[in-house]
């Protein structure tokens, strides 16, 4: 069953330029044939597998305690991976005075 722009929630404003009309319709075309899919397809394809570096290159690692374990992630992982501790916890904006 495809669903309608309207099910999705979807609207083509009217100032949107004819080229973008275009990619935007490309790219509902694209969701309806995906939704057509079986879900065992759909999953199979929703998931990417991305290089880690570091963390992806053992087998696995076994810390004796979580201690050993955050200064393993401090020490050895790049920052962007998410695993570095916070150094300071910012105030929310209302608490800020």
């Not at 929630?9 to 509902?28: D, F």
């Not at 199979?44 to 880690?52: G, H, L, M, S």
């Amino acid at each position: 069953m495809l669903l309608s722009r309207i099910q999705l929630g979807y609207r083509l404003p009217a100032e949107v330029s004819g080229e973008n009309q275009q990619i935007t319709s490309e790219w509902l075309a694209e969701f309806e044939a995906a939704a057509k899919r079986p879900l065992k397809e759909r999953l199979r394809y929703a998931f990417i597998k991305t290089y880690k570096p570091v963390m992806d290159d053992a087998e696995f690692r076994a810390f004796d305690t979580m201690e050993d374990y955050r200064r393993w992630c401090a020490e050895k992982l790049p920052r962007w991976l998410g695993y570095a501790r916070l150094n300071t916890v910012r105030p929310r904006k209302s608490e800020r005075r």
